[in-house]
């Protein structure tokens, strides 16, 4: 019996090592040789929209052992945990109203098929049920797995392998569940095929931040959040949206006013997943899908920023930029909206915002250099 793990929509463009696997990019058809060839007909039945099957993938080596060898519950655990970490290092560093580096969950699909035979032609595949596994007939004129349309092609991708990285080291000592759980749900809330709806998306990004903050009770969810991410919002300029937040959550008999834009925004959050429960819920300030977008934005940073915390990963100066820049973003009433000029160079005011923010760390990066200087002056 042999098991092989891959990627079938995305390709690495070299060997990349990551804690203690391996992954290694695969030409369909490139060679002969026995393993290769139990390969290609392993991933032979995926295919492109039109019928074609895939020229290459990502395939997953562990350390000391061959691409197609079997491993025990454990270390096929631990291949899961990589295919869930490979992907939201992609989904952490991908741009928004950017064509070029906009990414989804399901762009990084990960497969781990157990399959028995030595014959491309005749290989058998475990599918698993409640009531155990069953072995059923496997190639191309069986059956097929077509890329999605939400899914256009990614064979090469800049992977940033330290995210990664770091939520392995965090399995590796032991102190990984909040991060896998959370990133698992994050995950499962950036697919955007037609399989779920924006509500479950909705659910699925609470469910992330209440997992990697190890709190369900709102206030407890709140004040962590703000704990970890103030060090790196607070030098942002306040909006004048947060009155307008402020004077919302009075109206809707909200405890005590927010103290921040980023506040305010978590706050609201939570009343649009009270409203998706029907009944006498408050109205949230942003509509769902804006919710999902900001979301999408401030979880990768916070995550980083807990990886920092724990010492996991060193916080980067990207991961800085991240952060300051989520009370900009939250300032805006449509992130949606566009300039009014339609000769603009960047017309979302989503990317305007990213500038403001950029321009804002560039000159706390300065004061701090000019800090440090005098403090060596001063010794």
């Known amino acids: 019996m042999g098991l092989l793990a891959f990627f079938p929509w995305y390709t690495v463009a070299a060997p990349t090592a990551i804690g203690r696997f391996r992954l290694v990019p695969h030409r369909v058809g490139a060679s002969l040789q026995a393993e290769p060839r139990l390969i290609d007909a392993t991933l ?27 491993v025990g519950e454990e270390d096929e ?12 290092s992609a989904l952490a560093r991908r741009g928004f109203f950017d064509a070029a580096g906009y990414v989804n969950a399901d762009q990084l699909a990960f497969v781990v098929r157990r399959f028995h035979g030595t014959d491309p032609r005749d290989l058998h595949v475990a599918y698993r049920r409640r009531d ?21 092609p990614l064979p090469r991708h800049d992977l940033d392998r330290s995210i990664a990285a770091g939520l392995l080291a965090a399995r590796e000592a032991g102190r990984g569940g909040p991060y896998q759980a959370a990133v698992a749900a994050f ?27 190890e709190a369900s009770a709102e206030d407890a969810l709140a004040a962590r959040l703000l704990a970890l991410l103030e060090p790196f919002v607070a030098a942002a300029r306040t909006p004048p949206r947060l009155g307008t937040l402020r004077r919302l959550e009075a109206a809707v008999g909200a405890p005590r006013p927010s103290t921040s834009i980023t506040a305010a925004w978590l706050g609201d959050l939570l009343r649009a997943r009270r409203a998706l429960g029907g009944g006498a819920a408050p109205a949230a300030y942003w509509p769902p899908e804006a919710h999902l977008l900001l979301g999408a934005h401030l979880f990768p940073a916070a995550v980083l920023a807990r990886l ?72």
Request: with cysteine; charged share 25%; aromatic share 8%.
């Open 44 to 70: 032979a039945p995926f295919t492109d929209p039109g019928g074609r099957p895939i020229e290459s993938a990502t395939l997953v080596q562990l350390e000391g052992r061959a691409l197609t060898d079997e």
């Open 308 to 379: 920092a915390a724990d010492g996991f990963r060193p916080l980067t100066d990207a991961d800085r930029g991240m952060l300051l820049a989520f009370p900009y973003l939250a300032a805006l009433r449509d992130p949606f909206a566009r300039r009014r000029s339609l000769g603009a160079r960047k017309p979302h005011l989503w990317r305007c915002a990213l500038e403001v923010a950029g321009r804002r760390l560039a000159r706390l990066q300065v004061a701090e250099v000019l800090a440090r200087a005098q403090l060596g002056d001063a010794a």
């Open 77 to 88: 655990a631990a291949l899961f945990h990589l295919g869930e970490a490979v992907a939201f």
């Open 132 to 152: 155990g596994r069953r072995w059923i007939a496997y190639g191309p004129g069986v059956f097929r797995t077509a890329r999605a349309p939400h899914v256009p």
């Open 187 to 213: 995950n499962a809330a950036n697919g955007e095929g037609d399989h779920t709806s924006v509500g479950q998306d909705l659910l699925s990004l609470v469910g992330a931040f209440e997992r990697l903050l």
